[in-house]
């Protein structure tokens, strides 16, 4: 069956088309309108700009997804939309977008949780995945471990206890003058920089404790950067991206370690937008194939925020018949009960 996947949780609008069926998981287009370049201008986003410039898109961008999967309305199964986590004024244009579209034309309606979309973009990307398995979720909100037991039961184990790893990503990418994201260009920086050249704290807590703390790593950054500037010495931008990153790529690796020897899975999905991030990649493909487990993560142009994988994650709930109605609201939090 052919799903219409929606997300505008954040800063890309998108609509996708995926093909889902016994043994079939195909994405037939996905569209993504990025607001990147608007936001860039603030450092950050901006809510009331992101809502405004989804409202824009919206429309133009799932007839797009339509006519490039070379399907019509009447061909749709379902749409799916992410209902939670994130900028409410953002959501709520999807949610109204897909509930509008799916009543007018008496289609089944998925409210899908942003978190459980990331994971569904690796059933994309590995056709032979299934649960059970470890999920870990590294995005510009949330940096936490899921113990999956099916396609649409997640608990949560342990994780962040403030920051996500993005944010601290993209914080210390704008401090040391980079593009806002910071992240993908902290990545590439970090290669040219030697990652023991600053001792910074690490973010993983207490020995037993699957959580981790990015604000300390972040405080003492700043805290260089300050100190190096007041000395009237010069800063090497690089030195600091390898640091930052390698203190970050390795706490969530020791992390990720002592989750899958707590848990016995045997299967790893790394999602979210920061499981682009190569040396976080390299890291636990590392750790994975030293303690003989199974890694699988989306290809790089699904980690991002996208429709197709809101699509996989909405068609998974279709099967289990847990279908929205008109009365569907959007959430900024977690814990929202569709
Ligand atoms: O999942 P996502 O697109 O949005 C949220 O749900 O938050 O994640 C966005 C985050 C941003 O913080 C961005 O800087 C980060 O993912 N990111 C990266 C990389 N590419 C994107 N962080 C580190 N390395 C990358 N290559
Ligand atoms: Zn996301």
Redesign the pocket.
Known sequence: MYILGMES??DETSAAVVEMGEGVRAIRSNIVASQIETHRLYGGVVPEIASRAHIEAISRITYQALEEAGITVADLGAVAVTAFPGLIGALLVGVNFAKSLAFSRKLPLVAVN?IHG?VAAAYLSHPDLEPPFLALVV???HTSFYRVTDYTEFCEIGGTRDDAA??A??KIGRVIGLPY????A??KLAYEGDPKAIALPSPALGKDTLDLSFSGIKTATLNYLNGMTQKGQEVNRADVAASYTYRIVQAITQKAELALKETGMKTLVLA???A???HLRASLEGLCRRLGVKLCMPDRSLC??NGAMIAAAGYFRYLRREFADTSLNASANDDYNV
Do not use: I, M, T
């Open positions: 949780s954040c942003h990331h995005s510009g909100g993005g944010e990503f993209d994201p910071g992240g993908a902290l990545d979210g937008g920061v682009a991030n190569s991002g925020d």
